[in-house]
């Protein structure tokens, strides 16, 4: 029965105090300014990670990847067929060497 009794004490005593919260006043003004506030934030937020997907920055880029590619394609044209399979079997040993050797 003890613990009963602390019970509805700490109960009673909860109900005391939501009793005694009174209302706040608040400027009229305040959600404005508060979400005028939010939004200068979140504005410079987005500025500066807005500055990364310009389109200028975007064809930047698409341009470099058009030029590595021609310049690519271009040392893969100057390299002969003959010369990239010879460069393979020497590299694996499939090459058949034909130069004499002294013991033959």
């Not at 909860?14 to 400027?27: L, R």
């Not at 979400?35 to 500055?51: F, K, L, N, P, Y």
């Not at 341009?63 to 393979?88: G, H, P, Q, R, W």
Request: glycine share 2%.
């Amino acid at each position: 029965m003890k613990t009963n009794d602390e019970m509805n004490k700490k109960v009673k005593d909860t109900f005391d105090a939501m009793a005694s919260i009174e209302e706040v006043k608040v400027s009229p003004f305040f959600k404005e300014n508060v979400m005028h506030q939010i939004r200068q934030a979140s504005e410079e937020v987005q500025e500066a990670t807005g500055s990364w997907f310009t389109p200028q920055l975007q064809l930047v880029t698409l341009v470099a990847i058009v030029i590595l590619n021609i310049m690519a394609f271009n040392s893969l044209k100057e390299t002969t067929y003959d010369e990239s399979l010879s460069s393979f079997a020497e590299s694996y040993g499939l090459s058949t060497n034909l130069e004499t050797s002294i013991i033959n």
